[in-house]
């Protein structure tokens, strides 16, 4: 499994990806900052499930999201915002999101959204 973890704050994607190897040890995880990069390394690299911000610059989370799917049909995508909204979770689950989880988000939760994905 290949795993993308996309946030614009350096702290908020260290801390995820430290909570994240303690489930999937050595597997391979790349990292974006913003929409853009992540569609990218989506299209470069085949992430099976991306970890996504919403609030970012140069492309947000919502534009990325569809994007994101359209290259990879089969990418499984959690947002992760700080953004709890029922409007914000509905618009990303209609956009093709698997989970809107809300931010930070720790390492039972992560183990948590693993198992059902
Ligand atoms: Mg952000």
């Known amino acids: 499994m290949k795993y ?3 946030d614009d704050s350096k702290l908020a994607r260290l801390s995820l990806i430290k ?3 303690i489930h999937v040890g050595d597997a ?4 974006a900052t913003n ?3 992540a569609v990218e390394i989506v299209k470069n690299n085949k992430p099976d499930i991306v970890f996504l911000d919403l609030t970012m610059p140069v492309m947000d989370g919502y534009e990325a999201l569809p994007l994101m799917i359209e290259e990879h049909p089969k ?9 709890v909204q ?9 956009l093709g999101a698997q989970f809107h989880v809300q931010k930070p988000i720790n390492s039972d939760k992560i183990k948590e959204i693993l198992k059902i994905l």
């Not at 391979?28 to 990292?31: G, M």
């Not at 990418?75 to 953004?83: L, P, R």
């Open 86 to 94: 029922e409007q914000a979770k509905t618009r990303v689950i209609n």
């Open 75 to 83: 990418i499984k995508v959690v947002v992760v915002s700080a953004d």
């Open 4 to 6: 993308l973890v996309t």
């Open 35 to 37: 929409g853009a990069e």
């Open 19 to 21: 909570s994240l190897k």
């Open 28 to 31: 391979e995880i790349y990292q």
